[in-house]
């Protein structure tokens, strides 16, 4: 079994920043790549950002330059950092893990932008 859990999410005001962090173990042997998605109420979830094992990053053109997605130090741990959010970032945000086995997801963390 692989283990995906988000954290990081909550309330922020409208201008500000949260980081997000995704932890995967269990059954880990190699991951191709971790990616985070979200999925804002009545709409379909849509790619954020991802990040291969050889650090190779994409971003959904939307999100360019206000979001960054990186590894952590710790193996099989990414971070997304969330700069300047509106309210229309507001969300559930997913990390999923892609390895030779299948996909895995997490359950998701809320993200709330709201004054």
């Known amino acids: 079994q692989v283990q995906v859990v988000e954290s990081g999410g909550g309330l922020v005001q409208p201008g500000g920043s949260l980081r997000l962090s995704c932890a995967a173990s269990g059954n880990i042997f190699s991951v191709n790549a971790m990616r985070w998605h979200r999925q804002a109420p009545g709409k379909e979830r849509e790619l954020v950002a991802g990040?291969?094992?050889?650090?190779?990053?994409n971003y959904a053109d939307s999100l360019k330059g206000r979001f960054t997605i990186s590894r952590g130090n710790a193996k099989n741990t990414v971070y997304l950092q969330m700069n300047s959010l509106k309210p229309e970032d507001t969300a559930v945000y997913y990390c999923n893990v892609l390895q030779w086995s299948g996909t895995y997801w997490g359950q998701g963390t809320p993200v709330t932008v709201s004054s």
């Open positions: 990040i291969t094992s050889d650090g190779i990053t």
